[in-house]
């Protein structure tokens, strides 16, 4: 029930294409939903996060939606660039504030 | 401000010596935690303190020992290293678990066990 499943492992789109990063969660408690953004040889950092009371959330050329039924997330990235080529972790977390993260997926991003 | 930090950034040990890694955090923050990330996975919590003084066990706790002194110190010890504890550990802080607080992480350490 603590697990969360991200997909997919890689992908690689072209600069201006929209990648979309899948995230599925099991335990309901779970009320916060947190992005990383993690490039190579530094540490992880937050990107972008939702709360379950909304469906979609922007913040410039990213976009969580969150579907609360189906215990779904998802990053969508608008007109990417070869700038955004990192690795992705989404996370969830409840009141105890200990997040469970995915296990990442790397975005390549070409020219 | 400097962030988080971490010390040692890279270390090569042989089974069974041990060592401390050391994370510093000069924001003020109440929490922070100890990750291992593997290659394939993701981030997983080893063990994390909610405040000066106080430890508690993660995901993976098993061969680790942290202890939290000073507020702004999370320190993990190996005390017999073994090849499976090769890792990149990452060390984060946060003002608070309540409330959906950002999680800070440092650069990381890169620890290879032969």
């Known amino acids: 029930q603590q697990q969360v499943k991200q997909s997919p492992q890689s992908l690689i789109v072209q600069k201006g294409g929209i990648p979309i990063i899948n995230c599925a969660y099991e335990?309901?408690?779970?009320?916060?939903f947190p992005w990383y953004q993690q490039f190579p040889g530094k540490g992880p950092a937050l990107l972008i996060a939702i709360r379950p009371d909304v469906s979609e959330k922007k913040e410039g050329r990213f976009t969580i939606s969150f579907n609360k039924s189906a215990k779904q997330f998802s990053l969508h990235i608008m007109d990417s660039q070869p700038g955004d080529s990192a690795t992705y972790f989404c996370?969830?977390?409840?009141?105890?504030?200990?997040?469970?993260f995915g296990k990442g997926t790397k975005l390549s991003v070409k020219p | 401000n400097a962030g988080v930090t971490q010390t040692p950034k890279f270390r090569v040990l042989k089974t069974g010596q041990s060592m401390t890694l050391l994370c510093a955090q000069d924001m003020n923050h109440e929490y922070m935690y100890w990750y291992r990330q593997d290659p394939g996975m993701g981030l997983r919590l080893i063990h994390y303190?909610?405040?000066?003084?106080?430890?508690a066990k993660g995901e993976v706790p098993d061969g680790y020992n942290v202890s939290r002194l000073k507020k702004q110190n999370f320190l993990l010890g190996l005390e017999s290293a073994a090849p499976s504890q090769t890792s990149v550990y990452f060390c984060?802080?946060?003002?608070?678990?309540?409330?959906?607080?950002?999680?800070?992480f440092g650069p990381g350490t890169r620890l290879t066990v032969l």
């Open positions: 335990n309901t408690a779970f009320d916060y």
């Open positions: 996370a969830a977390g409840g009141s105890q504030g200990n997040l469970i």
């Open positions: 303190s909610v405040g000066e003084g106080t430890t």
């Open positions: 984060a802080s946060s003002y608070s678990t309540a409330l959906y607080n950002e999680q800070f």
